[in-house]
């Protein structure tokens, strides 16, 4: 069973930044792909940036191509998602997961954090 807890939610205006983070316990993080997908109010959740475990390829959807970076460090056992020039699109619920079992889904997810993006 693995546990994830997201943090570093919050509200900031346009062109901010906000460095997200996911830790995980409990099991082999490091042999998990990992992902961040966000839910905006009254919108399905969509997929943002995936960062597969053991071959070097991270995808990132084209909204936040450029802007956001995926970053993981298998010893703390922590994701993490910097995201830059926000803008008020990117205001959403922010959810971490690991071990990618079918497209888009994954076993584990974290509760979410809030991301309000408003001048």
């Known amino acids: 069973q693995v546990r994830l807890v997201e943090s570093g939610g919050g509200s900031v205006q346009p062109g901010d930044s906000l460095r997200l983070s996911c830790e995980a316990s409990?099991?082999?993080?490091?042999?998990?792909?990992v992902a961040w997908f966000r839910q905006a109010p009254g919108k399905e959740r969509e997929f943002v940036v995936d960062?597969?475990?053991?071959?070097?390829?991270?995808r990132y959807s084209d909204s936040v191509k450029g802007r956001f970076t995926i970053s993981r460090d298998n010893a703390k056992k922590t994701v993490n998602l910097q995201m830059n020039s926000l803008k008020p699109e990117d205001t959403a619920v922010y959810y971490c997961?690991?071990?990618?079992?079918?497209?888009?889904?994954?076993?584990?997810w974290g509760q979410g954090t809030q991301v309000t993006v408003s001048s």
């Open positions: 409990g099991a082999t993080f490091s042999r998990y792909t």
């Open positions: 960062d597969h475990w053991s071959e070097t390829i991270t």
């Open positions: 997961a690991a071990d990618r079992i079918g497209v888009d889904k994954y076993r584990y």
